[in-house]
């Protein structure tokens, strides 16, 4: 299937689909494989270093493992923060790289998209530093506040959901690729194929370029 399969606006796609999502963006790297709505497979392993040599060797073993190959992903699902800023890029290449080679749509959303709970209003929280923290919101799935810096978290209305909280509990990644089934269920891909990072702030090395001399 390519991607004029998934002309804008036509409906429902009929499943079964396999989706491959991967989230970098978090201390946890993660990837996970969806078919037709059921877990194949979902692994996570330390992501703060060397997300580079570890993305394609965990992708490449949970294909393995489920029977497929590459190129029997239908959509690629991928997460573009905030979050690290060279995980967030490994990420976006990596998923766009594969998609391109093969033809095959992404489907890409913030990693607090990704999280987000279905029902109630919740403010997705996650430690920036610096004293500063990731904040977006989310009412019923759908965003209401993109994500931003904050310092008094208390100033935001709605219930609070840790990042670090959910990455004790949850495979990033397969939230990921659960919320892209339910983009293309309905008809939705079209709108989720920016792929530019969501960084929120400059990089620290961009900052140092614009401080005077």
Known sequence: MGTGDWALGTGHRALPMLILAADTSLPILSVALLRDNALLGATALEGRSSRNEKLLPAIDWLLSESGFSSHHVELFAVTRGPGSFTGVRIG??????????????????????????????????????????????????????????????????????????????????????????????????????????????????????????
């Open 92 to 213: 976006l290449a990596t998923i766009q790289g594969m998609a391109l080679a093969l033809g095959k749509p992404v489907c890409a959303m913030s990693t607090h998209e990704a999280i987000a709970p279905e029902r109630g209003k919740w403010l997705i929280v996650d430690d920036a530093g610096r004293g500063e923290f990731y904040v977006s919101m989310f009412e019923n799935g759908e965003e209401v506040m993109p994500p931003r810096l904050g310092r008094d978290i208390s100033e935001f209305g709605g219930q609070h959901l840790l990042v670090s909280e959910v990455l004790e509990r949850s495979n990033v990644a397969l939230s990921c690729a659960r919320r892209a089934a339910a983009i293309a269920a309905a008809g939705k891909i079209g709108e989720y194929g920016d792929i530019t990072p969501i960084y929120v702030r400059l990089a620290e090395a961009e900052v140092k370029l614009q401080r005077p001399r």
